[in-house]
């Protein structure tokens, strides 16, 4: 091994990145580019009655308007591609515009097609719709009462599914010495990827076949649903998703935009782009989160936990995104348990229709509410006992020599050792000295907090057969294809498409790292669907751990060929030749003696074929089509330290101390970077972030004036460090980094604040913890007081 | 998010901007820096016909004492005006708020003539002309004329400017030597606009409050000078505990606004935190 | 529609563009559609993001809120011509160092912000730093390595090179009869 794998190299996206000359989709010019713009609905819920076209048709730079009625016929509805099994769920038909009824604010009711990008605006201003405005419904649980606005017929009381797993009872609670139950709500958060979404189309009818640039992070998935709803075949279809400027689980799904553009290229015979407004993307690129969950937890008097149940009402908006119905059942549902020893677990799952925008995946889909309840009500429970929340911890991880664990819901988690990275946390954090500062500054009236998370997370999505089990519409394994050029250099083309994680880099590491070749003389291809042969894409923190495996597997395929041929080429049997730091040298004899030939050489006789052994082809790839046993399971321990602010309620991040394994870490400079940026998503969601409706539906966070985001100058430097315990059932010994982050932080932060808050006797806030709702709460708390 | 068409003229000296304003019927406006205007045009919250661009009129970006009072021109940009060595040796608390507007992008470009014909209720400017007696200059085809800050805010978005007028200058009063003056801010998480801006000079002459001037913005619709507060201190020992006696009538002089960051309650809470932190940061007790 | 369209000259990146406009053309679309300059990004619709920061006059300003005829007879600068591979500017350099990107698309942006807030404020602290990225939204990076990007920009630019970098003519002038 050449020392590559493992080392902080400087990232290969970046030079084109920070000179400028990335390709993201909305940088794509055509000949002749026609520009698209959508009409979008400004009421939740309403029923179209009238749609006058014929001003915007006037306009002389406009080249089309198309209305749900004039393509109803031409492309289909919008699938969903995750059914969970067992859960009676309703996929109404979802139409690319809306046909006789609006559903939320920003449902598509027209798109204009025009010869330029400002006109294609205008023209939407001189459309006139009549709307008959209907009551709207935007609460998940009011949506359930009997008297809440029906949002599709075919589904009573606006449930879209039921789903339930587990096996703990009513007696288990019921009859335990110690019982805490509460209910917890998730905010609707917004992606907000920092490009907005945009497609371009080109068709050309003399072929048949249509090429698209879409901001994807799945483009084969997109291919097959596009073929589907355009009535195209497979492959005439090339979808590109060069640069991707972001998703966070929000550039999954297939959005009727990306049909309608597709159709208005071949049924005009123009190119046309269409690129997301901010604030269309605030209203209709889609949400994430939004549960009401009520958990208990069951327990012994010495602070074991024994049973976990949980009911979650979850917010599915006014459709059922692509891959929506996953988030709060199987991704939620399947880790509620976390990484202590409970023997008994249940979950019971709603799916609900609103008046709101579609929810879907967002960074960490459905860990980070699992983690959260969970991570929250043990601290309700430590808190129950009197006990120290990390003593509770200790005293109910799973053991680092319990591993492969099963869990009550039927799990297996691959390897751990969750002491060790608590007590490195711990040893970081300086628990003690930071308990005794507490009680000495409580006494001068000031508030400060300490609020941990120990948790474990399920990702490397995941083996198909699992995937097909649970209802998701397609496989999880993935491909790869290392091609050896004559002169050695290396092109993989993998069906992961990372956009941002850099897998540019490290999966070029791991080619290096097994050829001894420079990473420089490999270059990964991602997000073609014509260069690349099958994909599933980058989300659920899969890329590295199946992607980088299918990867690995193709290169080791590559060198098992080339060792043929290199023992060919020094008169000695397979057996015998070695492969070291890029060169092929007979056992026995160390690099440099006379026995030995570089890899170059070899790929270079692969092609020449001169001279190749008996049944061996010309030509040097390897290809892989990976399927992993198992998901796995990173693990780590997180500390928030805050200080709140007795005037006005606000919180100030002391510190903020992460310790994550994710297995083999391949650059460390990178891992570090998701970890990064994870945990300032998840502080943005305990602390700033939410979207907001009113009783109409209206969305009131619809702007970066009103919904927070997270900005520079709102955090201290997080610290971070990594313990490896290796995943024992990969080759490259790899888990997940990409949503570690946002999956332990959003409760640390909010254990850390109501840690503060224990004066007051505050129990639990909802998020976000914005200043007010702290300061309300420590002046009731000082009243009771 | 694009404007609305309109046609474009650039003025070289205030006459001529006053002119093609009247020529436009009404359906003209200003443009400087812009950074009020076309956002608000980009929503096609407005959609001027004409917009007259004044970045090339003579004479608007200087900086002047003339005796106890320093007059700023409309044209400076909060970056020009927090950055200029005039300003800063003479009126700290207005360099100290212009860097606290926007981020350092908008103050580039944003000018203090733009910012103030605005008249956005959560900027930061309004509660400093305020506590600084500011003189708003405005010409029209009527001539010149002058407005003091509080005759000048009227509501949100709503100044007294009149029609076919243009602010060319604010004159701040310089206040006394033994003061000082600070501008607190409690901003908003995203748009960084003030939840509750807080102005405050604050001098003492033998143990006594002898000058005073209290003014906050963000909290409701107008900005306003808190005249209890003032009341209340003036004449009395500058202590922390009358300070903080003080700092309870903050919101007794404004209207509360009531939004989904805040409420109307706790707005007025803030007023009182933010104008005991200001005053004591004034008065040097920290 | 049918308004009057405005001649503009403008100096980008070293090169001298005239144009024919329609006036509420804004400087990000002039760059991104005309000029065929697409480094430059728009992220947002209300001035938050930063993404379209580029240089005018040699001050950072969000081009999203420019119009393309304000730029008359000014001169911009774009992560186009901040650097090149040969010779990348140290704002790049440290962004490429310490990993202050991932998917790139606020970064030119915010590099161009660095890069005026390195011109206003050549040695910032931390807290400097971070301040002075108020004006960009990040959604990958926690901006814990953009911060890192800028204090290595500062410690390997020299004075001279802040100061040729470039010019702020009317600017300067400016403040100058301001005193």
Redesign the interface.
């Known amino acids: 091994m050449s020392g590559v794998f493992g080392s902080k190299v400087k990232r290969k996206e970046d030079p084109r990145l920070i000179t400028g000359q990335g390709t993201y989709t909305d940088d794509v010019k055509l000949p002749n580019l026609a520009h698209a713009a959508i009409l979008r609905s400004p009421y939740a819920h309403a029923v179209i009655k009238r749609v006058d076209v014929s001003k915007a048709l006037e306009h002389p730079s406009v080249l089309a308007v198309f209305t749900g009625k004039d393509i109803v016929q031409k492309i289909g509805p919008i699938p969903t591609a995750w059914l969970p099994p067992d859960s009676d769920i309703k996929t109404t038909a979802h139409y690319a515009l809306a046909i006789d009824k609006v559903r939320y604010v920003g449902d598509g009711v027209a798109m204009v097609v025009a010869d330029d990008l400002y006109a294609a605006k205008d023209a939407l201003e001189l459309i006139t719709v009549e709307y008959e405005v209907l009551p709207a419904v935007v609460n998940q649980e009011a949506a359930m009462g009997k008297m809440a606005p029906v949002v599709h017929e075919d589904a009573p009381n606006n449930v879209a599914f039921h789903w339930q797993a587990g096996d703990a009872t009513d007696e288990m609670f019921a009859n335990a010495p110690v019982h805490v139950s509460h209910r917890f709500v998730q905010q609707r958060l917004i992606p907000n990827a920092m490009e907005p979404r945009s497609s371009v189309a080109q068709y050309n009818a003399s072929t048949g076949s249509l090429t698209m640039w879409l901001t994807s992070q799945n483009p084969h998935i997109h291919r097959l649903l596009l073929s589907g709803i355009l009535g195209l075949p497979e492959h005439h279809i090339r979808i590109l998703a060069i640069d991707v400027g972001g998703g966070f689980g929000s550039k999954i799904a297939c959005y009727p935009d990306e049909a309608l553009v597709g159709f208005a290229a071949m049924e005009l015979g123009v190119p046309v782009k269409w690129t997301e407004e901010r604030r269309e993307n605030f209203l209709v690129t889609t949400h994430g989160r939004d549960m009401i969950l009520d958990v208990e937890v069951a327990g012994e008097a010495d602070g074991t936990l024994t049973a976990i149940r949980v009911h979650n009402i979850a917010n599915m908006g006014a459709y059922l995104s692509t891959a929506g119905p996953g988030v709060p059942t199987i991704l939620f549902g399947l880790i509620v348990p976390g990484a202590y020893r409970f023997a008994h677990a249940k979950v019971d799952v709603y799916g609900v229709f609103t008046n709101t925008t579609p929810t879907d995946a967002y960074r960490g889909a459905g860990r980070p509410e699992a983690t959260y309840v969970l991570e929250r009500i043990v601290d309700l429970f430590a808190l129950e006992l009197g006990m120290d929340p990390v003593e509770v911890r200790r005293k109910n991880l799973i053991g680092a020599d319990e591993f492969p664990y099963h869990t009550a819901l039927g799990l297996e988690y691959d390897s751990g050792n969750y002491q060790q990275s608590l007590d490195k946390a711990l040893g970081m954090v300086k628990y003690e000295e930071f308990r005794q500062e507490q009680e000495e500054l409580r006494s001068q009236g000031r508030y400060i907090g300490i609020g941990c998370t120990t948790y474990v997370e399920i990702c490397g999505l995941g083996p198909s057969q699992v995937a097909g089990a649970v209802g998701f519409q397609g496989g999880l394994w993935e491909s790869s294809t290392v091609r050896v050029h004559p002169t050695g250099k290396v092109t993989v083309f993998t069906g992961a498409s990372p956009h941002g994680q850099g897998e540019e880099t490290t999966f070029a590491q791991i080619v290096g790292d097994r050829l001894g070749i420079p990473i420089d003389d490999v270059e990964i291809v991602h997000g073609d669907t014509d260069r690349i042969a099958m994909g599933w894409g980058t989300y659920g923190s899969r890329t590295t751990p199946v992607g980088g495996n299918a990867l690995a597997i193709a290169v080791d395929r590559v060198i098992e060929k080339a060792r043929k041929i290199a023992a060919h080429m020094l008169e000695a049997s397979e057996a015998e030749v070695e492969f070291q730091n890029g060169i092929f040298y007979i056992s026995g004899h160390e690099s440099g003696t006379v026995r030995q030939v570089t890899f170059q050489e070899v790929v270079l006789q692969a092609y020449l074929a001169w001279n190749l052994p008996a049944g061996v082809e010309p030509g040097l790839e390897g290809h892989s089509f990976y399927d992993p046993v198992n998901f796995v399971y990173p693990f780590g321990s997180h500390f928030c330290m805050v200080e709140v602010d007795r005037e006005t309620g606000e919180i100030a991040i002391l510190r903020y101390v992460a310790v994550d394994d994710c297995g083999r870490v391949i650059n460390p400079m990178i891992a570090e970077g998701q970890v990064h940026g994870g945990i300032a998503q998840g502080i943005g969601q305990a602390l700033w972030e939410g979207a907001v409706y009113d009783d109409r539906g209206q969305l009131l966070t619809g702007t970066f004036m009103d919904y927070a985001m997270p900005k520079a100058h709102f955090f201290p430097e997080f610290e971070t460090a990594f313990t490896e315990t290796p995943a024992p059932q990969n080759l490259l010994g790899v888990k997940g980094i990409g949503e570690t982050g946002t999956i332990a932080s959003t409760p640390a932060v909010v254990n850390a604040v109501i840690d503060a808050l224990r004066p007051f006797g505050v129990r639990d806030l909802d998020m976000p913890l914005t200043p007010e709702k702290v300061w309300q709460a420590m002046q009731k708390g000082s009243v009771s007081a | 998010m694009i404007p609305s068409a309109f046609a474009y003229e650039r003025a070289s000296s205030i006459r001529e901007a006053i002119e093609l304003l009247r020529a436009s019927g009404g359906e003209g406006k200003l443009i400087a820096g812009g950074h009020s205007l076309l956002p608000m045009m980009k929503l096609r919250l407005t959609s001027p016909d004409t917009l007259i661009d004044i970045a090339g009129v003579e004479g608007l970006r200087a900086v002047r004492v003339t005796g106890d009072r320093l007059t700023v021109g409309a044209l400076l940009t909060h970056d020009q005006i927090m950055t200029n060595p005039l300003v800063r040796e003479k009126l700290p608390i207005l360099a100290e708020t212009a860097s606290q507007i926007g981020d350092l992008q908008v103050r580039n470009r944003g000018t203090i003539g733009g910012n103030l014909a605005h008249a956005d209720p959560a900027s930061d400017l309004p509660a400093v002309a305020l506590a600084l007696d500011a003189n708003l200059q405005v010409v029209s085809v009527e001539g010149s004329e002058t407005y003091a800050a509080e005759d000048f805010f009227l509501g949100p978005l709503i100044t007294a400017l009149p029609e076919n007028s243009m602010l060319t200058g604010v004159s701040f009063a310089i206040p006394p030597a033994h003061t000082r003056g600070v501008y607190e801010k409690f901003a908003h998480p995203a748009s960084g606009y003030a939840v509750v801006g807080v102005a405050a000079v604050i001098g003492v002459n033998q143990g006594q409050v002898n000058y005073i001037r209290v003014a906050i913005t963000g909290a409701g619709d107008v900005p306003y000078r808190a005249h209890d507060v003032e009341n209340t201190l003036l004449g009395r020992p500058l202590t922390p505990a009358t300070i903080s006696d003080a700092a309870k009538l903050a919101a007794e002089d404004g209207v509360m606004a009531d939004d989904l960051f805040a409420s109307a309650q706790y707005r007025a809470h803030l007023c009182s935190v933010y104008v005991k932190k200001a005053l004591l940061r004034a008065s040097r007790i920290e | 529609?049918?308004?009057?369209e405005?001649q503009v000259t403008v100096n980008v990146n070293g090169k001298l563009h005239s144009l024919t406009v329609?006036?509420?053309?804004?400087l990000v679309?002039m760059l991104?559609?005309k000029l065929?300059?697409?480094?430059?990004?728009?992220?947002?619709?209300?001035?938050?993001?930063?993404?379209c920061?580029v240089l005018?006059d040699g001050?950072?300003?969000?081009s999203?809120?420019?119009?393309a005829?304000?730029a008359h007879e000014k001169t911009v600068t774009?992560?186009?011509g901040?650097?090149?591979?040969e010779q990348?500017h140290p704002v790049?350099e440290g962004?490429?160092?310490k990993?202050g990107?991932?998917?790139?698309?606020?970064?030119?942006g915010v590099?161009m912000?660095a890069v005026?807030?390195l011109q206003?404020n050549p040695h910032p602290t931390?807290?400097e730093?971070?301040?002075?990225?108020?004006?960009?939204?990040?959604?990958?990076?926690?901006?814990?390595?953009?911060?890192r990007a800028v204090q290595y920009a500062a410690s390997h630019t020299e004075t001279s090179a802040i100061d040729s970098e470039v010019a702020a003519p009317d600017?300067v002038r400016?403040?100058i009869?301001?005193?």
């Open positions: 529609m049918g308004m009057k405005t329609e006036p509420r053309l804004l679309h991104r559609e065929l300059l697409s480094g430059t990004h728009i992220g947002c619709d209300t001035s938050q993001c930063g993404a920061t005018l001050r950072a300003v969000k999203c809120t420019v119009l005829v304000q774009t992560v186009e901040l650097g090149t591979m990348l790049q962004f490429w160092e990993h990107l991932q998917c790139g698309f606020c970064t030119p590099m912000t005026g807030l206003q931390e807290a730093i971070r301040h002075g990225l108020e004006g960009v939204i990040c959604r990958c990076t926690g901006y814990q390595n953009i911060v600017i400016d403040v009869e301001g005193r």
